[in-house]
C-alpha cells in the first residue's frame, strides 16, 4: 500500500496540476508493490502509468521529480522536503532580493538562455552569521521553482574511511542529474575548508578536492547550494566554481521593524514604540529576533495581555543576554 507521505503527494500534485510529480509518486508505489509480492497491482499500476504518458505530448524540457523519499543508495544522505515558502515571507536587504530575484528569473528562462548557449544561474554560495537567513533562502528558491529540498547531511556525508566521502559525494551529484531540485550543503565549511590549514590531513584535502570537481563536471538542471557562516574559512579554489555568492548580513533596524511586524501580525502592535524598542534589536539575527516575538506572543497570551514594548523590549533582550 503507499505510504502517508506518497498518498500526500498524489493529493498534492493533483491540486497543483504537476502531472509529471503525480506519475513519478505512482511509479513509486507500483515499485513498492512488486517488492511486497503484490505483482498484479505493480503491473496494472505501471499500465495506467505507461498510458498516461503516451497521451501526453512531449516536453521539450522536462520537468521536476522529486523523491517522497530518498533511494536506497541516498538513504540517510539527503532529507527530501516539499517547501511552500516563498522569497516574499522573507525579510532581506534589497541588494540581496534583488539577486535571488535574478536567480529565479534566470532558472525560469534556462530555455531561452540555451538557446543562445548560455546557463542559468545555479551554483550558489551563501555566507553569513547565523540565523540570518541562509536555510531559507533555500527552501523560499525551492518554493518558488516549483523544486523539492535535498538537503545534504553532511555528519552522513563525511566518513573517517579513505575514498567513502567521495563515494558518498558522488551518489549526491548524480541524483542531481536525475531528480532536479534544489540541494543544500548547509555548514559547508566542513568540507570546503582551507587546503592549507594546519589541522589538515590528507582525506580532508580529497574530500574538497572531490567536491570542487564533481561541481566543475556538474551540468544538470538542478540548483546547488551552499551555507557558511565562516566565510574566511573557505578554499579560495571554491570561489570560481560558484555562480554568485551572496552575502547576508543582520538586519538594519528597518527589516528588524518588518520582522516583528510580520511574525506578530495576529497582536495590535500599532503602539509599540518602535524608536526606543527598534535599539533592541541591535546585533540580533533574524532567528533571535523572531524567537523572541515569539517569547513576547507566549507571555500576552499566556497573561491575556497585550504586547507592549517593555514586554517585547524585555524578550529582545533576553535573546541578547543568552548569545
Known amino acids: 500500500m503507499a505510504t502517508a507521505e506518497q498518498v ?57 521529480v522529486p523523491l517522497v523519499r530518498p533511494d536506497s543508495d541516498l538513504a540517510g ?41 548560455l546557463t542559468p544561474r545555479r551554483k550558489l554560495l551563501l555566507v553569513g552569521p547565523p540565523g540570518s537567513g541562509k536555510t531559507m533562502t533555500a527552501s523560499a528558491l525551492a518554493g518558488e521553482l516549483g523544486l523539492p529540498l535535498l538537503a545534504v547531511q553532511l555528519h552522513v556525508l563525511i566518513s573517517r574511511f579513505m575514498g ?3 563515494a558518498k559525494l558522488h551518489l549526491v551529484f548524480d541524483a ?7 540541494y543544500l550543503f548547509d555548514e559547508f565549511d566542513a568540507i570546503g575548508g582551507r587546503r592549507v590549514a594546519s589541522n589538515d590531513v590528507g582525506e580532508v584535502r580529497r574530500i574538497l578536492n572531490s567536491f ?6 556538474d551540468s544538470s538542471d538542478s540548483i546547488v547550494i551552499a551555507a ?14 560558484f555562480d ?30 518602535w524608536p526606543s524598542l527598534l535599539p533592541a534589536t541591535h546585533g540580533l539575527s533574524h532567528a533571535e529576533i523572531t524567537r523572541a516575538c515569539g517569547d513576547a506572543a507566549k507571555d500576552a497570551v499566556l497573561a491575556e495581555k497585550a504586547i507592549t514594548t517593555e514586554t517585547l523590549s524585555a524578550a529582545l533582550a533576553q535573546r541578547k543576554h543568552g548569545k
Do not use: C
Open 212 to 217: 570542487l570537481q564533481f561541481l566543475e563536471r
Open 176 to 182: 542531481m542529474s536525475r531528480t532536479r531540485g534544489v
Open 244 to 273: 554568485d555568492v551572496i552575502q547576508y548580513d543582520l538586519p538594519t533596524e528597518e527589516m528588524a521593524k518588518s520582522l516583528i511586524q510580520n511574525h506578530l501580525e495576529a497582536f495590535d502592535v500599532n503602539k509599540l514604540k
Open 8 to 64: 500526500k503527494a498524489l493529493v498534492r500534485s493533483h491540486t497543483e496540476g504537476d502531472d509529471d510529480r503525480f506519475l513519478a509518486v505512482a511509479m513509486q508505489i507500483a515499485a513498492h508493490a512488486a517488492r511486497t509480492g503484490k505483482e498484479k497491482l505493480a503491473q496494472e499500476l505501471q499500465a495506467i502509468v505507461d498510458e498516461a504518458k503516451k497521451r501526453r505530448p512531449l516536453e521539450v524540457r522536462p520537468r521536476s
Open 77 to 117: 544522505l539527503v532529507t527530501a522536503t516539499f517547501p511552500q515558502t516563498r522569497l516574499v515571507d522573507m525579510v532581506l536587504s534589497q541588494t540581496t532580493r534583488d539577486r535571488l530575484d535574478r536567480v529565479v528569473l534566470e532558472y525560469k528562462g534556462a530555455a531561452r538562455l540555451s538557446e543562445h548557449g
Open 164 to 166: 567513502e566521502t567521495a
Open 228 to 241: 557558511t557562516n565562516l566565510f574566511e574559512m573557505l578554499d579560495e579554489a571554491l570561489l570560481r566554481r
